[in-house]
């Protein structure tokens, strides 16, 4: 079974370095990695030259202009051979070194799956040793996508097959092409997932998700968008209440920090 990882960059140069060697320190070898670069004028590329010789062939990269982040995306997945595909931001990287085997195993266990997604943690980009949020998919149920639920989507890995059938990332959507993506896929479409109890990826903060609060008024407006256009009923008010599980979950996480390491 082929994995496809696809790793977005424009100027990555200050992490892409953490992101390849993740990939690279994985125990699973039927890895297929693309990267798609955005035409960086950093470091960006010669960090991927650095390490193309250490994938045996197994990388795929361009460099070019593109239309934004889902873009990018879909330029990868287009190019992508794999059985599954995922995608690894360039920012982000493995929790450890098994990840893809767990991932491959689940889908191989149940020939009836069409996506796996588990969790993943955020930290600090000044200190990747402490978590900052843990963000689990353990709740997740295709009827909470009504309240804006999600899984996380740096966890989430698809059969290539599902997206050839139910389309791209919609590249009208700034930042939550992710969700509609999923709730096209999971909520309209009803593909068949499964939860992996597992800390998938490490995030560092400050993408583009979590930037603020002009971030959360963009998200909600994609959102509603995002329902509307797969005729989907739901409201602000609905959608107002995840950020309270949200807040919650941000609690738990520094409550559990602290009692383990003291901090």
């Known amino acids: 079974m082929k994995v496809s990882l696809i790793t977005v960059t424009y100027n990555s140069g200050a992490t892409l370095k953490d992101t390849i060697e993740s990939v690279l320190s994985q125990d699973y070898n039927n890895i297929e990695y693309i990267i798609i670069d955005g035409k960086s004028t950093d470091n960006t590329l010669n960090i991927i030259q650095k390490y193309e010789p250490l994938f045996s062939g197994r990388i795929k990269y361009i460099s070019e202009k593109d239309n934004g982040l889902y873009d990018a995306m879909n330029k990868g997945i287009m190019k992508a051979t794999g059985d599954i595909i995922g995608i690894l931001n360039s920012d982000d990287f493995f929790t450890t070194?098994?990840?893809?085997?767990?991932?491959?195993n689940a889908f191989k266990k149940n020939s009836s799956i069409d996506a796996v997604y588990g969790d993943i943690h955020f930290v600090n980009p000044?200190?990747?040793n402490k978590c900052v949020r843990y963000y689990?998919?353990?709740?997740?149920k295709r009827s909470l996508m009504r309240l804006g639920f999600m899984p996380a989507h740096p966890s989430f890995y698809i059969k290539r097959e599902c997206i050839l059938?139910?389309?791209l990332y919609k590249t009208h959507y700034k930042i939550a092409a992710d969700f509609e993506f999923l709730l096209r896929t999971i909520f309209v479409y009803k593909i068949k997932t499964f939860y992996l109890p597992i800390d998938m990826v490490t995030m560092r903060t400050g993408g583009a998700s979590t930037a603020g609060l002009e971030a959360y008024k963009q998200i909600m407006q994609e959102h509603l968008k995002a329902f509307k256009e797969n005729h989907i009923y739901t409201n602000r008010m609905i959608l107002s209440l995840r950020y309270i599980y949200k807040i919650m979950e941000i609690l738990f996480t520094k409550i559990t920090y602290k009692k383990r390491y003291g901090k």
């Open 165 to 167: 059938k139910y389309g």
């Open 136 to 140: 689990s998919s353990r709740i997740f």
């Open 126 to 128: 000044n200190d990747l």
């Open 97 to 104: 070194n098994n990840i893809i085997t767990q991932i491959t």
